[in-house]
T-cell receptor, first 112, second 114 residues
Framework: GQQLNQSPQSMFIQEGEDVSMNCTSS?????WLWYKQEPGEGPVLLIA?????ELTSNGRLTAQFGITRKDSFLNISASIPSDVGIYFC????????????FGTGTRLKVLA | GAGVSQSPRYKVTKRGQDVALRCDPI?????LYWYRQALGQGPEFLTY????????KSGLPNDRFSAERPEGSISTLTIQRTEQRDSAMYRC????????????FGPGTRLTVT
């Protein structure tokens, strides 16, 4: 099935560093969601973005809905070991439906 | 309150058998989604219910896959005549009225077809 491109695919960072990841598409999206998934668990919603240019924070996490509506960004500040996991973006392709296309994921590992 | 629950958590079946996977959404959530997630990949949309109505089934791979939610609560995803390529994690998610974008995922059912 169709998936969004996320980069980087994986990251190894030191505790305390900031992290940036992004999600891109050739299509325009109406809503962007960011999820975190830990081993053996389902994805957990972190941030939801509803309009172009929107910048939303959730604690140390900040996400932005790209102006072109074809991309989104997630930043994590001052990373800690429990930030480890896979981060997925998801986009709503067509307004009025609830079919979301998920990204390929960014695997984050934090070294203490 | 309780989150989304799914059963069984693990299912091993022989090729050609039918399987039924159950999802119990968060109480009061009107929207329910089924996804399939391959190892190392993001969830792939299968189908969506609003109350008991199946409003989008465009992600179901073929006619061996079907889903129902007869009373607008518990949902069952059925795969008939299973094939090895059906092996995957099947996840259910639910969301509340007016917050349809905020989907809460269940722990999934790991299906293995031998």
């Amino acid at each position: 099935g169709q998936q969004l491109n996320q980069s980087p695919q994986s990251m190894f960072i030191q505790e305390g560093e900031d992290v940036s990841m992004n999600c891109t598409s050739s299509s325009i999206f109406n809503t962007w969601l960011w999820y975190k998934q830990e081993p053996g668990e389902g994805p957990v919603l972190l941030i939801a973005l509803y309009k172009a240019g929107e910048l939303t924070s959730n604690g140390r996490l900040t996400a932005q809905f790209g102006i072109t509506r074809k991309d989104s960004f997630l930043n994590i500040s001052a990373s800690i070991p429990s930030d480890v996991g896979i981060y997925f973006c998801a986009g709503q392709l067509t307004s009025g439906t609830y079919k979301y296309i998920f990204g390929t994921g960014t695997r984050l590992k934090v070294l203490a | 309150g309780a989150g989304v629950s799914q059963s069984p958590r693990y299912k091993v079946t022989k090729r050609g058998q039918d399987v039924a996977l159950r999802c119990d959404p968060i109480s009061g959530h009107v929207s329910l989604y089924w996804y399939r997630q391959a190892l190392g990949q993001g969830p792939e949309f299968l189908t969506y219910f609003n109350y008991e109505a199946q409003q989008d089934k465009s992600g179901l791979p073929n006619d061996r896959f079907s889903a129902e939610r007869p009373e607008g609560s518990i949902s069952t995803l059925t795969i008939q005549r299973t094939e090895q390529r059906d092996s995957a994690m099947y996840r259910c998610a639910s969301s509340a009225l007016d917050r349809e974008h905020e989907q809460y995922f269940g722990p999934g059912t790991r299906l293995t077809v031998t």
